[in-house]
């Protein structure tokens, strides 16, 4: 099931990003942590939005996404967060959660979708993963995070 995050699940959420190992310690708080908080606090615009996806099983959230329209350009949105829990990864739950994303911007006239990611060796698997669901790699700035860590832009048009 996919569905709106619960504010008492904050704890939870960032500890799926934590055991992703690709955020430097205390990153996951300041970045994501305050994004939570801005998101249940009334901070972040309507638009913004952050879903969760269940395990079928247990109920639990196993991966959540946060994603908003783009400050820049008339119908394209950002999918800034998509995390799923390492235990359950290559189960399809971050097919559902992204797929489930796509059919929601659609039927709101969204015409593009941004997805930005690392050149970091922890994320590999993401950069694989996005061009399996019809993303197409459209840029790379050398250095951007850091010396030797490029942004990774993905875009599909919907």
């Known amino acids: 099931m996919i569905r709106k995050i619960k504010e008492e699940e904050q704890k939870d959420l960032l500890a799926i990003a934590h055991k992703t190992g690709i955020f430097p310690e205390g ?35 196993v991966g959540w ?20 829990d390492s235990s359950v990864q290559q189960k399809g739950y971050g097919s559902k ?3 489930h994303i796509e059919k929601m911007l659609k039927e709101q006239a969204v015409r593009l979708i941004i997805i930005e990611t690392s050149s970091m060796e922890t994320l590999a698997k993401a950069r694989k993963f996005y ?28």
């Open 27 to 61: 990153e996951v708080e300041e970045l994501l942590g305050s994004t939570l908080s801005g998101y249940f606090s009334g901070e972040l615009e309507e638009r913004h939005h952050i879903l969760a996806i269940e395990d079928e099983v247990s109920r639990k959230a």
């Open 131 to 158: 061009p399996k669901l019809g993303y197409q790699q459209c840029g790379i700035i050398p250095n951007f995070y850091a010396v030797g860590d490029d942004k990774v832009i993905f875009a599909k048009n919907i």
């Open 97 to 99: 959660l992204l797929l």
């Open 65 to 84: 996404s946060y994603f908003a329209p783009s400050f820049h350009a008339e119908g394209v949105w950002d999918i800034w967060w998509i995390g799923i």
